[in-house]
């Protein structure tokens, strides 16, 4: 039976913090009820972890234990005429699209990367770039189990009254270790995507473009030039998509090479990003409409393995903030206002707005209005107060982050974003723990 093995090399995909943990990494599911008794009794207790795609300290539990689920990752059935998969929740969606495109369907929710796994993807209740027609993904959950630090694994189906639910989806691995999942999936007629870009010139056009695509489009998200300023402020491209109909099916392959060492600090400094969005927004922005395999339009990201070392040995921050729609439009202009001033942020910047279909989780992110991401590398100090800074729009704005992305969100801030954080915590396992969940100290 596997046991916990003290690892200093286990870092979130923001590489920030660098910690202590004892990891069990188990490949059936006979030996989770004697890890999670042994790893939540221990110091800082448990947390389950999957392929450690979110950003900072949410999927790290620093000097307690975690149980990479990674190795947890059989499929379990799959019904070819209703859509319905039950697996394991260390499978990743990289496989399940192995195992279902051929079929004729996709992922009803996807995030910007296939590595992440299904538990991962319930415990931060992950949105994708079709938020206005889909919801999130526990909108499409129709039942999960979950193993609590009792030793009791139960069943949660959607219809759920408890609220076990409810905490469970979005509850960032703080209410057990979640099994099994049964996801409905989306029929599609094609592998390829229908795809269109267009180009805004600022945010009124940005919000123009969003509303009319949202109508007949499945998929909309825009680049934003974060460094745009005056006339240029909230310049960017739309890029919008259905699912194809040419009736092929086909699994498509990632090569991907990946980045060998960590890159020096001046790849992102405000000269070279600044010429790279000047040639961007001008070549990448031309008016086009193109097939593409889904791997091209959802995870373009996924051709550069490791490309998270491009940010140097220090390490960076993904800042993902969503406003509520009625004051979206000044509050984001007002943000990158205040970021292009700071000269930094990165290439990835992205705009997107969200539905109004509610989220089931008590403490899932999306809400009815816009949400803008951004990468900003590690530069200690003068980093971290611009976040600050961006912290006091969003607070003012009556907005929320995203835990999933972040690493030094306030305490208040996330009190604030969250109005049913009381509810949730009565749902929390209590040997279950994050570095996340004690810095906030709640
Ligand atoms: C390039 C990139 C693009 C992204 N795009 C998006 C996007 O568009 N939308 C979006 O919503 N997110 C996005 N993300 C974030 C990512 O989808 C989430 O962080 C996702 O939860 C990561 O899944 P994971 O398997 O890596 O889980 P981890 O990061 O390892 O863990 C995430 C959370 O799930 C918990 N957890 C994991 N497995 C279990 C389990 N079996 N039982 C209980 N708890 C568990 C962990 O404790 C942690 O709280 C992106 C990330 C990257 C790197």
Not at 47 to 76: E, K, P, Q, W
Not at 145 to 163: A, P, Y
Request: proline residues 6%; contains cysteine.
């Amino acid at each position: 039976m596997t046991g916990f093995l003290s690892r200093s090399d286990i870092l979130p995909w923001g590489r920030i913090p660098r910690t202590h943990i004892r990891m069990a990494r188990p490949s059936f599911h006979d030996e989770l009820d004697g890890l999670v008794a042994d790893g939540s009794r221990g110091p800082n207790h448990l947390l389950a972890s999957g392929l450690r795609r979110s950003y900072g300290d949410s999927c790290i539990n620093g000097g307690g234990a975690m149980i990479d689920m990674t190795g947890l990752d059989h499929f379990v059935s799959f019904d070819r005429s209703t859509g319905l998969l039950v697996a394991e929740a260390g499978v990743s969606l990289a496989d399940i699209l192995k195992l279902v495109v051929p079929a004729g369907y996709f992922l009803p929710v996807t995030p910007g990367t296939k590595f992440v796994t299904l538990g991962g993807a319930v415990a931060n209740d992950i949105h994708g770039k079709n938020h206005h027609r889909a919801g999130t993904i526990g909108r499409w959950i129709r039942r999960l189990d979950l193993i609590r630090s009792d030793g009791v694994e139960r069943s949660l189906s959607r219809e759920d009254t408890s609220g076990a639910f409810a905490a469970t989806v979005g509850g960032l691995g703080l209410t057990g270790v979640i099994t099994r999942v049964a996801l409905e999936l989306l029929p599609v007629a094609s592998s390829n995507m229908e795809v269109q870009t267009i180009p805004f010139r600022n945010l009124s056009e940005f919000f123009a473009l969003a509303a009319e695509s949202e109508a007949t489009y499945d998929y909309t998200v825009a680049w934003v030039d974060c460094l745009g300023k005056g006339t240029t402020l909230g310049r960017g491209i739309l890029t919008r998509a259905r699912h194809g109909n040419d009736g092929q099916l086909r699994v498509a392959p990632t090569a991907a090479p990946s980045v060998p060492f960590d890159a020096p600090g001046f790849l992102f400094n405000r000269l070279s990003l600044s010429t790279f969005n000047q040639i961007f927004y001008h070549v990448a922005g031309r008016p086009r409409r193109t097939m593409m395999s889904y791997n091209r339009f959802f995870y373009p990201l996924d051709a550069i393995g490791s490309w998270n070392r491009l940010y140097g040995r220090q390490g960076f921050y993904q800042y993902q903030s969503v406003l509520p729609a009625g004051n979206a439009e000044p509050a984001t202009a007002e943000m990158l206002r205040m970021i292009a001033r700071a000269g930094q942020g990165s290439f990835l910047a992205v705009l997107k707005t969200f539905g109004d279909l509610p989220s089931p989780g008590l403490l899932s992110f999306p809400m009815k209005g816009t949400t803008l991401a951004l990468d900003f590398a590690n530069r200690g100090p003068s980093t971290l107060s611009l976040l600050d800074e961006l912290d006091a729009i969003v607070r003012e704005a009556g907005g929320r982050l995203y835990p999933a992305k972040d690493g030094r969100l306030p305490s208040a801030l996330f009190q604030a974003g969250y109005p049913a954080l009381e509810q949730f915590k009565a749902h929390i396992d209590p040997g279950m723990s994050s570095t996340f969940w004690r810095r906030m100290n709640l």
